[in-house]
């Protein structure tokens, strides 16, 4: 099993590690950690994030993609107010064009030498992170999700681990065994899987009293799976109890300035990305035995971070040096 953290070179992330290699190898030893899974929100830079620290790369997502995919030009439009706002948004005007996307950071992450590539499997229009009214299912989700990454499958080596990651808003949520063994066993890739997201999946359950709680929900949704709990491979490792203001907040009115500040404002305390300090989460990683554990937080500076980390290892057992 190998530890890992999630890090970016978007700038926020390259200004904590200073730019500089040795503070990251420094960060890396101190809390045994094995390296990477890097999200590439740029070119990459050998020389900050060094190939041997690379095993993972989360792939860009687009949390409202499918219109795009659709070619719904009217809704768009409706959403956007223009041909440029949309581009600007997905990089393209056309599927072709965003798929292009796709394989340039596919290409990234294979020169980059990882593992395995992370892909998101969810879709809201911003307004329905608030009132929770979404137009469309799990299902419709699950089966563009499938056409995009049978599009894409070319451009994934054969021996790069594909994990798909759940997420609480519509899409792959785990809760249902049927579709995601569709999204399995339909994908033309040979080693796709599961990267199960802790926290996102506690996100389902907004009656979950505490991490204990937590744990023992996540393990009913895994065993749930039957033989396709086997395809996960991964563990974004975090947990979140934001039940009460997920209960609070549903269903309120949907800001009408600065949408998309109130919007990411609203996710993120809703996705809370904690530490686990009980022990409990032990057997999560008994249950799974994952080769990948990341541990998956926000960050408000180097020592915020090293601080969530040792908390975890704790409760896992490990020891900092």
């Not at 999200?39 to 993609?65: E, T």
């Not at 798909?164 to 994908?187: H, I, M, R």
């Not at 040792?310 to 040096?321: F, G, M, N, T, V």
Request: aromatic content about 10%.
């Amino acid at each position: 099993m190998l530890q890992l953290v999630n890090l970016s070179n978007y700038a926020s992330d390259l200004e904590l590690i200073h730019n500089n290699p040795v503070c990251l190898e420094a960060f890396l030893n101190h809390h045994h950690l094995d390296g990477l899974e890097m999200m590439f929100c740029d070119s990459w830079n050998p020389r900050v994030h060094k190939k041997q620290w690379i095993q993972g790369v989360h792939l860009r997502f687009w949390p409202n993609w499918l219109d795009f995919w659709r070619g719904d030009k009217t809704e768009l439009l409706r959403q956007f107010g223009s041909d440029a706002e949309i581009e600007a948004c997905y990089g393209a005007l056309t599927r072709e064009g965003w798929l292009n996307v796709y394989r340039e950071n596919l290409r990234i992450a294979k020169m980059a030498g990882a593992k395995y590539v992370v892909f998101h499997v969810s879709q809201t229009r911003i307004p329905e992170l608030f009132h929770w009214q979404f137009s469309f299912s799990d299902r419709q989700i699950i089966e563009a999700t499938i056409e995009v990454i049978n599009e894409l499958a070319q451009s994934i080596p054969g021996d790069m681990e594909l994990l798909f990651e759940n997420l609480w808003w519509p899409g792959l949520t785990l809760k249902d065994k049927e579709l995601t063994a569709l999204l399995l066993d339909s994908v033309k890739h040979p080693k796709a899987g599961i990267m199960l997201d802790i926290g996102h999946l506690m996100n389902t359950n907004p009656e979950l009293k505490d991490q204990d709680d937590g744990v023992d929900y996540v393990l009913k949704i895994v065993d749930n799976l039957e033989e396709h709990k086997h395809y996960i491979h991964g563990v974004h490792l975090h947990h979140s109890l934001s039940g009460n203001y997920i209960k609070r907040s549903r269903g309120t009115a949907v800001p009408q300035d600065d949408i998309l500040a109130a919007a990411m404002s609203h996710v993120l305390r809703i996705d809370e990305h904690l530490p686990f300090s009980s022990p409990c989460v032990k057997k999560i990683i008994n249950c799974v035995q994952p080769t990948y554990v990341v541990h998956e937080f926000m960050y408000t500076s180097i020592n915020d971070w090293s601080e969530k980390i040792r908390i975890q290892q704790q409760a896992l057992q490990y020891k900092e040096r």
